[in-house]
């Protein structure tokens, strides 16, 4: 597991590897949420990418899920949810695996 909390460290660490699972917040200081998922699912179209964002509208969720998000989760959220969606996403790798 790999924690970033710049966008800049985190946008070049998903062009140096895939990851199976990454959470990501729409609204970050230095780099789009929107354009970082883009990038993550064009780099590794197999990677989970979990949405978490205080500025949840519905066309943030559309958009979020056509580009291929597989949760998406307002804030403030328990983390009961976030653990959940993580947990799902493991599931769904692992079967696709098989």
């Not at 790999?2 to 990501?24: C, G, L, M």
């Not at 509208?57 to 979020?64: D, G, L, Q, V």
């Amino acid at each position: 597991m790999e924690i970033f909390f710049r966008s800049v460290d985190a946008f070049k660490r998903i062009t140096e590897r895939n990851f199976d699972i990454v959470i990501t917040d729409l609204k970050m200081e230095g780099l789009d949420g929107m354009e970082f998922l883009t990038e993550v699912k064009r780099r590794s179209p197999t990677t989970e990418v979990v949405v978490i964002t205080g500025f949840a509208t519905m066309e943030a969720a559309k958009e979020s899920f056509r580009k291929g998000v597989f949760d998406f989760l307002a804030k403030p959220f328990k983390l009961r949810e976030i653990q959940e969606a993580v947990e799902r996403a493991e599931k769904k790798i692992k079967e696709n695996r098989t």
